[in-house]
């Protein structure tokens, strides 16, 4: 029994290790210069030690290295769930009031760079779970604090 133990890990370990050797993370394109993808596709973002990525379908759609980057921001997205509310009403009245009740959150990040003559920026959706990495690998490569997007005022 041991030994079908043994052997079997020594299979899915070194499989488990080449599959989680990604840098990547999945993130929703929300507009900015990128112009060859749609707003609202899913792209893979990649936090390199010298630059970043864009991907989309293993193709790279930019490349902008670390030392253009201007600044990194980011923001939430709060609303209410009256959609998800409205149709657990119709099966339960109680239910359906509680999840009106509920928030949901969005969680975006910007950049901006310039590099020599060539400007740009993007916003991209992130997972809540991974919102906080991003920042911190890009704050860590960049050497530039986030800003958060949420606490600046406009003033016409």
Known sequence: MYR????????????????????????????????QVKVGKEVKLFIDPKDVR???????LVNI?????????YGQDVHRRIGAAIGLAVVSLGVGALMALTKSKKHYVGITWANGDTKGGFVMQCDKSEYRGILTGLE????????????MTVKN
Request: charged residues 25%; contains cysteine.
């Open 4 to 35: 079908v133990i043994a052997l079997m890990l020594c299979f899915l370990f070194p499989a488990a290790v080449f599959a989680a050797d990604d840098n990547s993370y999945k993130v929703m394109y929300d507009g900015g210069t990128v112009q």
């Open 54 to 60: 864009i991907e989309k379908d293993k193709t790279e």
């Open 140 to 151: 860590g490569i960049t050497g530039k604090k986030p800003v958060d997007s949420d606490a």
């Open 65 to 73: 290295p670390a030392a253009s980057i201007t600044e990194i921001s």
